[in-house]
Structures are given as C-alpha cells and as structure tokens.
C-alpha cells in the first residue's frame, strides 16, 4: 500500500417461441421463427366469427336439428345449399388445420395438426359423397361446420394462454424508454434511445426511467429496480455509481455518462438469457414430444380400427366415420405438447423478474435433486469487506471516542483496514474528528495529531516492538477466532483495541438457516486461514467447511463431495469458475450487471445468497406443475379415446365430434391454467 500496511492475521479473500428479443432500440422484435402471435390471434379470430356465421344457416337447414327444434321447412336443393356453406366452412374455417397438417407432413413431425385435418377432411368427404350421391347414408356437415368453430375457438383461447405465459418477458422488453434527454453543449435535447452512444451524457428526471446502462457524473436519488433485479427496496446512487437501464429514478435529478447500448445492456443481456433457456432442451420435454408422437400415432391406428371394427359389427358408415373422427378429434396431443413449454416459459419470465436468470435449463430442473450446497466465502457469504466486529476499551477512553478518533487517522489512507474502522465509525453515526501531522508508519500502521493528541493505531507487532503487551480476554478471543486486531496508542499507553474481519452478510445467516430447514447440507469454500474459516462456519452453523484452498483447487473439492452427492456451487464466478463448471449446477453471485457469467448455470443478479434458496423452491414447484400437466394430459386420453371409439354406445353414451373438440380444448386450456398457476 503507498502508505502503510498491517499484517493480518486474517488474511485470504478479503417454448420459447413465445418469447420476445431485444434490439438496439430496446423495443420488441418479432418472437423467434418469425411468428407474429398477434396477427395469429387476429386470424383465428376472424376465422371463428366467419365460420360460426355460416354454421347458423348450416344448422337451420339440417333436418336432424329441426328435428330437435320442432320445426320443418326445407326447399328444392336445400342440401346442396348446406353442403356448399359447409364447403367454405372447411376450407376458410379448416385452413390452419389443414395448412399445419401440410407442415406437419414436410417436418416429417405428425402431431395436432395431422390428427384435426384428417378428422375434419374424413369428415367432409364422407358427407360430400352421401350428398353427390356416390355412397348411401346420412351427412354430418353440422357436425363438421361446429367442430371447426370450437377447435378454433379452443385454438383461440389457448393461444391467448400461451401469450399470457410470456407476458412477464414481454413486460421487460417494454421497461426500456423510448427517448431520452441527450446533453448537448449544456442543452437537454430528447432523442429516441437507438440514437445513443457510449460516452453520451444524458439528463433522468426525477420519476422518469433510466434510458441505458451508465455512469452517474451528477447528482443523487434513489431508484426503483424492482422490474429488473428483484429488489424490492429503492437503492440509493450517487456520482461513481452504476445505473441500470429501465431503472425507475426517485426524487433526484441525475446526469449519467452512458456505458452501454442496446444488446451489450443488463436488459438487452437478461432478455436473450431468457429467450435462450425458455427455448433450451428440457429432459422433461424431451418426454413429453415423445409421448405426443406416440398418441398420434395411436390416435390414427385407434380412428382406423374404430372405423372398421363398427362396420364389420353392422353399423351404419356414418356411425363408423362419426366414432372415427371423435377418436382423432379428442385424442389430439395439443396438451401433452403444450403440457411442458407453458410452464418453461412461465417459470423462465417468473425467475427473470425476480433476478434469478437461467442460463441451463437442464441445470435449472437438475437443481431440484441436490444434496449439498457449497458456497464461496468472499463475496458470497461475507461482504468481502473488514468490518469492526468489537471496539475494545482499554483505558479510561468511552468505546464510541476511542473510535471516532482511530477513523480520524485511518481517514487519510486506503488500506481495507483503515477503511474496515472509518466505515465502523460512519455506521454508527460517530462525528470523525480533524487529523494535523498524519505520517505513515510502513509495516506498522499510521500516527497524527487529533484533538491536540499524538495518538498511533498500530498492529500488535508494532505494540511488541514497543515493549507494550495487552493481556484481555476480549482480544485473546478475537485473535482466537482469526480476526485482524489493531490498537489506539497514545505515547506508552494502550488506549484501545480494535478487531476487525470480513463482514458476514446478514442475509447469509436466513440462506443457510433456509436451506438447511429444506433438509439441504450447506458447505463453504475458502482460501482463508483455518481459524477465520472455523469462526465463519460456527456463526452460520454450517455442515462443514474446506479452508486453505486456492482457486484452482477448488473443482477438486467440489469433485470430492459429489463422490457422495448431487452438489451445487454458489460462487463470484471469476475465480470460483472451474468450481461453478464442476458442480451438477454452478450458481454465480454478485455479477451486479454483469449477467453473461459463462461459467455459471443460473445467475443471482440481486447478489443475495438468499435467493439459492428461492432458486431451489422455483425448481421443485417447476417440475410438480411440468409432472401435473403430463399426468393430465396423457390421463385424460386414457379415458377419452375409448369413450369416443363407442365402447359405452350401448348404454347410450355416445361423444360427438363437437363435444370430442370441447373437450379436447377444454384439457389444453386446463394445461395452460395450471401452467400460469406457478406464480
């Protein structure tokens, strides 16, 4: 250090389709694949309103519904009538289904869309035939006219569901303002956000949002970063701060220097984060698109043997092809396929808003089976910072002024000591008096003039070389525990002693007393001494504790516990990375704005140990709904299919095409519910 130095005795570490990108201008790009769900939404809409129109005549001119009705009316080519509304109806109302059908053939990927257009094809054609003539029996069309309406309105309404999922993603893309107060020759002149550079200087008013990531050269307020980071409380910045694009200003007026633009921002950067897990392979899903194949491919073979088997049994043709098309119609995958992406999207925006950001889906469903958690001490569970822990009377000195007058000389340096006692003495709102003749001591600590008093604070070498000696248990303790002591000395007499370590954040004690409570084992990492090592792991009641480890050696410890169990490793996620890489799922804290953490599967942005703990809640709740929605979606078709083949048409139950299509949407929405239920 330029002016003096102690020797510590601490030493050591002092679907995803649905989601929305992010360009320079911070506005919403097209969801990726090029689909624009809302012009989907629209189109389904229309086709729902137009179809549902033509089916009231389709309807009215049936003989079976005016049957049901008690009335008749009927006039001379009355069924083709019908049959050339119905005509429109499938091929305008039919044309996403049959359009997906034709993709789903190309993909060579059958699925939904094979399923509902061989349904409503078979069904079409069939009564085309009894009304050309070609083939005796009875016509459905308003069977086939009013399944169409449902499944695109049950298409709708899913639809709207999805969108829904990802509204929080959306809801990011949106935070970023559009224009900004750029300072030009002293001037505020607004221009759209795109238009900046790094080093621009721009003017936030007072409730307005922070445009781009930057520098604070002017002013004070505090701001609201609860949409980015998750922290709830307002964070004071001041000139040297760093501010997060997005970010809500308080009561102050600020000028920042801009330090980042458009896909080098947080937010730019934690919106591709998600976009990139919510699109990211799940095991889970993996299942799931397996097992939608598989029912498609039952759902035919079932719809063909129904068709057969009614007919070789003596049923009508139009019995036979009515049971086929509800086996097809009510066996479609679109909730087994949906079952999984729904709550990936919900869970990834739900992490995102509350600065958890998922970098490894994989990693992230993996979370809800480890065993251990081993986390880094500096930064991680301490503030990386010395701190007084006890200021120690020795003489007739009050505490609080023995304090403020050892902050008065360690004022003037920068070594983490001398800042360790000025920002103890701050904290306790002590008023830090004026120093005259500040000289450094090399290797031994700093002296000066305060109040009209020579005063020294030195380290305990420095006092033995002064023939001075401190027998108190209060210190004997401190050094006991590891921790760095210093003393207030005035010409031959010991005024005080000061024992200063590493801050332990308040928050790490509810993390591991968490985690632990969840019946997880919580570990700890360090290159510090043993002694400070024991006294860390003591006060946080930790399982156990690797002291003395260099970097590098990390990964090895980490290795040594997975021997046994599933582990997860919380660290800074600079030199903590080979560790992070190592474990079943590597967790980074304190990346402040920073969220490209290469190393790290899951990145804390609001740099609270707390949040692991939240991590692994998020995980657990994230697979039951994955694992709900796959047991209702393949359990529904096990009751579903065989009563649309007929197997109960004895008794009388028999299933419609139309009432096969509520039901179908009516598990698909119940999926997309749950799914939005994680929050």
Same mark, same amino acid.
Request: glycine share 10%.
């Given at each position: ?36 769900? =809302? ?88 009564? =085309?035939?009894?009304? &050309? #003539? ?26 709207? *569901?999805?969108?829904?999922? *990802? ?10 303002? *559009? ?8 001037? =505020? ?122 007919? @070789? &049994? ?130 031994? #600590? ?44 005035? #010409? ?34 360090? #290159? ?101 929605? &796959? ?16 197997? @109960? ?31």
């Amino acid at each position: 250090m330029p002016d003096h130095h102690y020797t510590s005795a601490a030493g050591g570490e002092p679907s995803g389709e649905h989601a929305a990108g992010a360009h320079a201008g911070g506005g919403a790009a097209p969801a990726p694949g090029g689909h624009d769900h =809302a012009g989907m939404l629209t189109d389904y809409w229309r086709r729902f309103l137009v179809s549902l129109v033509l089916t009231i005549p389709i309807l009215a001119l049936t003989p079976e519904v005016q049957a049901l009705a008690g009335v008749e009316f009927a006039f001379p080519g009355r069924e083709y009538a019908v049959f050339l509304l119905a005509t429109v109806v499938y091929l305008y109302g039919g044309w996403p289904f049959l359009a997906g059908f034709a993709q789903e053939l190309r993909l060579r990927s059958i699925g939904m869309m094979t399923l509902i257009a061989l349904a409503i094809t078979v069904a079409y054609a069939y009564s =085309a035939a009894v009304v &050309l #003539g070609l083939t005796p029996g009875m016509g459905f069309f308003w069977e086939l006219a009013t399944l169409i309406d449902i499944m695109l309105l049950g298409h709708y309404i899913e639809m709207r *569901s999805v969108m829904g999922a *990802s509204r929080a993603l959306e809801a990011l893309v949106r935070i970023m303002p *559009s224009e900004a107060h750029l300072l030009r020759d002293g001037e =505020a002149v607004d221009v759209p956000v795109g238009d900046l550079v790094v080093g621009d200087m721009v003017q936030v008013r007072p409730g307005e949002k922070v445009p781009v990531d930057g520098e604070v050269t002017g002013g004070a307020s505090s701001l609201n970063e609860a949409m980015l980071t998750g922290e709830s409380r307002p964070v004071r910045r001041s000139p040297g701060d760093r501010v997060i694009g997005g970010a809500i200003n308080g009561e102050g007026a600020l000028t920042v220097r801009v330090t980042a633009t458009g896909k080098e921002t947080y937010l730019a950067q934690v919106i591709e984060l998600v976009r990139q897990a919510q699109e990211s392979k799940s095991r889970t899903q993996d299942l799931a698109n397996t097992a939608a194949f598989v029912l498609t491919v039952t759902a035919v073979t079932v719809g063909a043997v129904t068709l057969g088997g009614w007919l @070789l &049994l003596g049923q009508a043709l139009a019995f036979a092809v009515e049971r086929a098309v509800t086996v097809m119609v009510i066996s479609c995958p679109h909730a087994l396929g949906l079952a999984v992406p729904l709550v990936v999207a919900v869970s990834t925006s739900l992490a995102a808003r509350t600065g958890l950001l998922i970098r490894d889906r994989q990693a992230f469903e993996a979370a809800r089976d480890l065993d251990v958690v081993i986390f880094d001490k500096t930064g991680t569970l301490t503030e990386g910072r010395f701190g007084v822990t006890a200021a120690i009377p020795l003489a007739d000195m009050p505490e609080e002024t023995a304090l403020a007058q050892a902050a008065a000389l360690e004022g003037l340096s920068e070594h983490p000591i001398a800042r360790g006692i000025v920002d103890g003495a701050r904290r306790r709102g002590l008023a830090i008096p004026a120093v005259t003749g500040f000289r450094a001591l090399p290797g031994r #600590g700093v002296e000066g003039d305060v109040e009209g008093r020579l005063l020294r604070v030195v380290s305990p070498g420095a006092l033995e070389e002064q023939g001075l000696k401190v027998a108190d248990t209060r210190v004997s303790q401190a050094e006991a525990r590891g921790e760095t002591v210093v003393f207030l000395v005035e #010409g031959d007499r010991v005024l005080a002693a000061f024992s200063l370590a590493d801050v332990i954040r308040p928050e790490a004690r509810e993390a591991v007393a968490e985690l632990r409570s969840m019946g997880y084992q919580c570990m700890m990492l360090t #290159g510090d001494s043993r002694t400070v090592a024991a006294a860390v792991a003591a006060d946080l009641a930790l399982d156990d504790y690797y002291a003395e480890v260099l970097p590098h050696e990390k990964a090895e410890r980490v290795r040594e516990v997975q021997r046994q169990s599933r582990v997860a490793m919380v660290g800074d996620g600079v030199n903590d990375a080979p560790a992070l890489v190592q474990a079943d799922v590597g967790i980074a804290i304190g990346a402040g704005t920073d969220v490209a953490v290469e190393s790290a599967d899951i990145v804390l942005v609001r740099s609270d140990p707390r949040d692991v703990a939240n991590l692994m809640r998020l995980s657990k709740r994230t697979y039951r709904k994955m694992a709900q929605n &796959l047991l209702w979606a393949t359990g529904y078709n096990v009751v579903a299919i065989p009563l649309a083949a007929g197997v @109960l048409s004895g008794v009388g139950i028999v299933l419609t095409p139309a009432m096969g299509a509520v039901l179908m949407s009516v598990s698909t929405v119940i999926v997309a519910i749950n799914a939005r239920l994680l929050r």
